[in-house]
């Protein structure tokens, strides 16, 4: 039985750091492409950041308002995945997800940043931003 799980959320102030971790069981995660994602109340799941598994082509991906602010990293040993987050905003806030999706390292972002390409999913953590 595959199951992922999420740590690390909590309440914080704007411009704090938080480091989310995600850790893998019944499954390899040198297998796969891990992603963080998000969803704020009343909005849809967004792509947050994502992380080719390692090797020929492998890549790392990120959303707009992401990018210069939050790093994805993996431990593939470990089985985790992390999502370091600095400069923490009052929008930053949402329930964040990861997930392991069998992408090709070859394929381009636009399969990264989908979230019917993940085929397994955690239940998620909070992250509440205050300003």
């Known amino acids: 039985q595959v199951q992922l799980v999420e740590s690390g959320g909590g309440p914080v102030q704007a411009g704090d750091s938080l480091r989310l971790s995600c850790t893998g069981s019944g499954l390899s995660f040198s297998q796969y492409a891990l992603a963080w994602f998000r969803q704020a109340p009343g909005k849809e799941r967004e792509f947050v950041a994502a992380?080719?598994?390692?090797?020929?082509?492998?890549?790392?991906y990120y959303s707009d308002s992401a990018k210069g602010r939050f790093t994805i990293s993996r431990n593939d040993a470990s089985n985790t995945v992390y999502l370091e987050m600095n400069g923490l905003e009052a929008e930053d806030t949402a329930v964040y997800y990861c997930?392991?999706?069998?992408?090709?390292?070859?394929?381009?972002?636009?399969?990264?940043?989908?979230?019917?390409?993940?085929?397994?999913w955690g239940q998620g953590t909070q992250v509440t931003v205050s300003s």
């Open positions: 992380r080719a598994r390692d090797g020929m082509g492998s890549g790392t």
């Open positions: 997930a392991a999706g069998d992408i090709s390292p070859l394929l381009t972002s636009y399969y990264y940043i989908r979230a019917s390409e993940y085929h397994f």
